[in-house]
């Protein structure tokens, strides 16, 4: 069994971010875009979905990006992002 915690530290870890931190993210992708490419920009809810500080409860503006969190190429990024490339290198050349 998971510990509730566990898996509540994931998910403020993982999938949770701020209004403010969303905006300074979305600007960073945006911002050095000309005007007709910014709709091709990174969008920040894909690697965080859920925003705080803005109601009651963490929500998600945009549902598709909890499914792609949710998936193996998701989880392998987790692993990358957090143990660099010995994570890839331990894993192998599977991926």
């Known amino acids: ?27 960073r992708f945006q911002d050095p875009l000309p005007t007709a490419q910014k709709k091709f920009a990174f969008n920040p809810l894909t690697d965080k979905p859920f925003i705080e500080d803005v109601a009651p409860l963490p929500i998600a503006p945009w549902v598709q990006a909890i499914m792609r969190k949710a998936v ?8 990358t992002g957090a143990l660099g490339d010995d994570f890839t290198r331990d894993l192998g050349l599977v991926f």
């Not at 994931?10 to 969303?22: K, M, N």
């Not at 998701?74 to 692993?79: A, D, E, P, Q």
């Open 1 to 27: 069994m998971i510990p509730f915690d566990a898996v509540r530290r994931t998910f403020t870890e993982h999938l949770v971010t701020t209004a403010a931190d969303f905006k300074a993210v979305n600007r």
């Open 72 to 79: 193996p190429p998701s989880i392998y990024h987790l692993g």
